[in-house]
């Protein structure tokens, strides 16, 4: 009679990882993320995937090459197999940015229980950033070091003064939910984070992005390339090249560059003009924009940068 009792299986253990358990990585002054716990790698996406071919169906032969036809597939079911913990300490704001993703099981630092962490982040005088013209969410530039010095002593004081006031609410005897309620955003907050693979890739892939706020992005790029890196290389090569990396475009995009590589350079702006591109005077709008950076990395320039002679 065949046996037909499951192999033993043993934990799947990566020996990077588990050198860099607890170990914090810095990020900006005063936080930190550390790995507390992991489970899988490369190894158990292609498992995963494995499983759902049956027995006597083609394999495909090489690791590498299923992982990445399953990431460029966009077949994310395996890479929720591998999971990840992390201890974070991150400034209020910013977390305000990440407990956004709820694709994650949280557990925050509570300061109704527990007094504020005594720490908050601080500007340096040449960190102080200008509100975008062009982006009403985000950044461009920085102020001048001078202004940037008055800043950063103001809100030094601003900081010191609110530690003060919750410190002397707390000497007498105010409830501790309460008498946090005048602490600065900048107050530091930690959290055990834990998520499986697939939504930490959506999650890099926005916060990597150089549209995202840079506090968070210093989070995200120690996240990714310091830990993830190093825990399934092979996925995160994948993640890079597809999706990090990659380029995607919609139909009308598609259309447009085909007319610009035939040449057709009226056709394309035509295109450019129904999309709604551009305004009435033919300046391009935000998608334009976005259109136009993609080009860029294709080598081209868009056609409402070009003569708007007869096409080709």
Not at 163 to 183: C, F, N, P, S, T
Request: aromatic share 8%.
């Amino acid at each position: 009679m065949t046996d037909k009792s499951p192999a033993t299986l043993t934990r799947i253990s990566v020996s990077t990882v588990d050198a860099m358990l607890g170990l914090p990585f810095k990020v900006l002054d005063g936080g930190f993320v550390r790995v507390v716990d992991y489970m899988g790698s490369d190894a158990s996406i292609v498992r995963a995937a494995r499983v759902s071919y049956g027995t006597g169906t083609r394999r495909v032969r090489d690791d590498r090459a299923l992982i990445r036809y399953l990431m460029r597939h966009r077949h994310t079911t395996p890479f929720e197999m591998c999971e990840l913990q992390l201890h974070v300490r991150v400034p209020m704001d910013t977390w305000r940015q990440w407990i956004r993703h709820r694709t994650a099981n949280v557990n925050e630092y509570s300061t109704r229980y527990s007094v504020a962490i005594d720490e908050a982040m601080r500007t340096l005088p040449g960190e102080w950033r200008r509100q975008s013209a062009i982006n009403k969410q985000g950044s461009g530039g920085l102020l001048p070091s001078d202004a940037g010095a008055m800043l950063s002593a103001a809100e030094e004081s601003f900081h010191d003064s609110a530690r003060r006031i919750y410190e002397q609410r707390l000497l007498e005897g105010v409830a501790r939910e309460q008498a946090r309620k005048d602490l600065p955003l900048s107050t530091y907050t930690e959290a055990y984070w834990k998520i499986d693979l697939h939504n930490l890739f959506h999650f890099l892939e926005l916060r990597l992005s150089s549209r995202a706020q840079h506090e968070i992005r210093e989070y995200a790029n120690v996240i990714g390339w310091r830990i993830v890196k190093e825990w399934c290389p092979v996925a995160w090569e994948a993640f890079q090249d597809y999706r990090l990396s990659g380029l995607k475009l919609s139909a009308t995009e598609v259309e447009l560059v085909g007319h610009m590589v035939r040449g057709e350079q009226r056709l394309a702006l035509d295109v450019a003009k129904q999309a709604g591109w551009l305004d009435t005077k033919g300046k391009p709008r935000r998608e334009a924009q976005e259109v136009d950076a993609k080009l860029g990395k294709l080598g081209m320039t868009a056609p409402w940068k070009t003569s708007k002679g007869p096409e080709g």
